[in-house]
């Protein structure tokens, strides 16, 4: 079974928010808490279980790079790191 980590995309695939696409904020026993920038900041993330969720096993170039260089993390970091992967626009300029 491949390694879930901080600051890869998961969708979520059970609740109210079936189907939207997160970033995992943090990794805890069982729970994954996952962000979106905006309703689900750093601040206040979204607890799931870990059967709950579809990880895409990969990073956000820029996510990666903050994490790589022990950055803080920010909400309009996440924000844009989530818009680039919606909207494929990003991948070509990183």
């Known amino acids: 079974m491949r390694q879930l980590k901080e600051g890869m995309y ?6 109210h928010d079936k189907g939207k696409l997160y ?3 943090r ?12 309703g689900r900041n750093l601040a206040h993330p979204k607890k799931k279980k870990r059967i709950h969720i579809q990880p895409g096993f990969q990073t956000a ?10 950055q803080t993390l920010t909400d309009t970091d996440i924000r844009n790191a989530l818009k680039c992967k919606e909207e494929l626009s990003c991948q070509k300029q990183m």
């Open 10 to 15: 998961a969708r979520s695939l059970a609740g």
């Open 23 to 25: 970033i995992v904020a």
């Open 27 to 38: 990794i805890s026993d069982g729970d994954i808490w996952l962000t979106d920038g905006a």
């Open 61 to 70: 170039p820029s996510i990666k790079a903050l994490i790589q260089k022990q």
